[in-house]
């Protein structure tokens, strides 16, 4: 084994013990990484609504430390690991790993392995000082990129990118966004990046600059338009993007829709009631996307960095999980929550410093609409 001279022999993680109760921080042991894994120093970890998975005891059997938006630096490997060395960069989002021997990976189609492993939910996660990932499940991240900021492109930002790349929308085709939360935000910037004609769909005025300054076209409110008739007047949407998880708005939306065009659902919107009638008569897809492979996390990275698409994130030491949870949760965090283990509480206000200061001002944001169960899901998230 390999390892970076002075690892600790213990450290932190923010885990779930038991459902629906507080996170507690505990200290394990440091020990060397298995075979096929890597041991990460974690620098940045995102707070995803999928964490509630976790936290309500949905699927993982507990104990659990939550994560999957991570971004660190190799500090171990095992005796014989060939593609990382120490020092790397790396990041790991919702797919932690396949079998590479299923009906589904002999497709190559690992995203949806009969037999795959989820970082936070099937094994821990990043909500810790330090974090084992599987070598398949690992992509290599540009160093110029902040943490913080790329450790929710794991999941929202492959989502949103992923999904958009496979669209076949041509330059200049337009691509509309419902939602400007934290999948929205970023899919606005990848729509504009790629050259896409972006139209941002929201509640209220309240965020039409910011839309406009990430790089929306035009920018459509629903209290004032009817967003689909509008959309049609500018020649119809290619592809309607849904990162709201709204069951009784996004129907609406078929309208605004070209023949052949594709309504894409990012969000977790629970059931929704379509109407056949324009799904047919104009050929529409209803298309899901989930997150993303190691690999779809270094494309994500690498755009992003060419791009300057940035995610906007509120950072919170690993003391306040608790905390960067209830924002997520509630969805008051502008936009994105994110754990730096590294960041130290002041005692004034709660105030948070680090080494590298806030770069992204707070946006107001729309109303938050109620969800079916409170904590989970209420900005939806396509990462599963």
């Not at 041991?39 to 964490?51: E, I, Q, T």
């Not at 059931?271 to 190691?294: E, M």
Request: aromatic share 4%; with cysteine; charged share 25%.
């Amino acid at each position: 084994m390999s390892t970076v001279p002075n690892l600790p022999k213990t450290y932190r993680v923010a885990l779930i013990e038991k459902k629906d109760e507080p996170f507690k921080l505990v200290s394990r042991d440091l020990v060397p990484p298995k075979e096929g894994q890597v041991l990460v120093k974690v620098l940045a970890c995102g707070v995803c609504h999928s964490d509630g998975i976790v936290k309500h005891e949905l699927m993982p059997v507990l104990p659990r430390v939550p994560g999957h938006e991570i971004i660190g630096d190799v500090v171990a490997i095992p005796a014989g690991e060939k593609k990382w060395k120490l020092g790397d960069r790396v990041g790991s989002g919702w797919q932690g790993g396949w079998c590479g021997t299923c009906s589904r990976c002999l497709k190559h189609d690992n995203m949806t392995c009969e037999n795959g492993n989820i970082n936070g939910i099937l094994t821990d996660g990043g909500y810790g000082e330090y974090v084992y990932l599987r070598t398949e499940a690992v992509a290599s991240i540009p160093k110029e990129l902040d943490p913080a900021e790329a450790a929710p492109l794991m999941c929202a930002g492959i989502t949103t990118f992923n999904s958009l790349r496979h669209m076949d929308v041509k330059p200049g085709e337009i691509v509309a966004i419902q939602g400007i939360g934290g999948l929205g935000h970023l899919a606005i910037q990848y729509s504009r990046a790629m050259g896409y004609r972006t139209v941002a769909l929201s509640t209220s005025a309240a965020k039409e600059t910011l839309a406009k300054k990430l790089g929306a076209h035009i920018y459509l409110d629903s209290s004032k338009v009817d967003q689909a008739a509008e959309l049609q007047k500018l020649g119809g949407a290619k592809v309607m993007v849904c990162t709201a998880p709204s069951a009784e708005a996004i129907p609406k939306l078929l309208d605004g829709i070209i023949p052949g065009g594709t309504l894409l659902l990012l969000a977790l919107a629970g059931d929704i009631v379509f109407p056949t009638l324009p799904i047919i008569s104009k050929r529409i897809r209803v298309l899901g996307w989930p997150n993303g492979t190691a690999e779809d996390g270094e494309d994500t990275a690498d755009f992003s960095k060419l791009q300057n698409i940035k995610c906007m994130v509120e950072r919170y030491p690993l003391d306040d999980v608790e905390k960067a949870y209830e924002l997520m949760s509630t969805n008051k965090a502008k936009f994105r929550a994110v754990i730096v283990p590294g960041l130290v509480s002041t005692p004034e206000m709660g105030e948070m410093k680090d080494s590298m200061a806030m770069k992204t001002p707070m946006m107001a944001s729309d109303p938050p609409m109620a969800p079916k169960k409170k904590g989970l899901f209420k900005d939806g998230c396509g990462c599963m």
